[in-house]
């Protein structure tokens, strides 16, 4: 006989989770992490992909509203100084990716100071010596005399550059730039007295 006859037989099911936990692809297209900028609108873009889906983006803890594609961008208004940015993408199961950097606002034109030669002056010497400081190291100064500009010698805080004078009225520019393109300029004139006196003997 079929002893199997009567018996039921039934298959037991128990629930299971794929748990998930790669990151999504974060990437940020922005001024890169130490850049100096002279422009207090910084514009940050870029991509947030995976494969179980993107739940939200957030720059500096603000949500940012990203395309079916993954695709974001945010204007985010920089403060004077070094401007901490993180941006966070985070998908379904909770992953995170990260991007932070630093990003220095300097709205400031650099200090100059034209120590030599004074305005207004005259001399007697063609060749005559620009001189003053500037309170960025990193800043360059520039001196222009007519069609000619050079490049003055900057030694710590302090600059020089020889100018040759032309006879009488000359105007002589220097200009200070910072690395962002900050200027600061001053103009000195200087008389050129080219012309010995002259001297008649009439008893």
Known sequence: QNNCQGVIKSIASTPFTIRDAVPPVLTVSTLSDGTYTNN????ISGTAT???????VTINGMAVQASADGTFSYALTLQSGPNA????????AENQSTDTRTINLDMTAPDLKVTAPADNSKTGTALTEV???????NATVTVRLGNSTQTAILTGNDFVATVLLAPKDNTIEITATDLVTNTNSQKRSVFYDDQKPALAIID
């Open 40 to 43: 207090q609108v910084l514009n």
């Open 50 to 56: 995976d494969n179980t889906g993107i739940k939200g």
């Open 85 to 92: 940015i993180t941006t966070i993408a985070t998908d379904l």
């Open 131 to 137: 001189k003053g400081t500037v309170d960025d190291v």
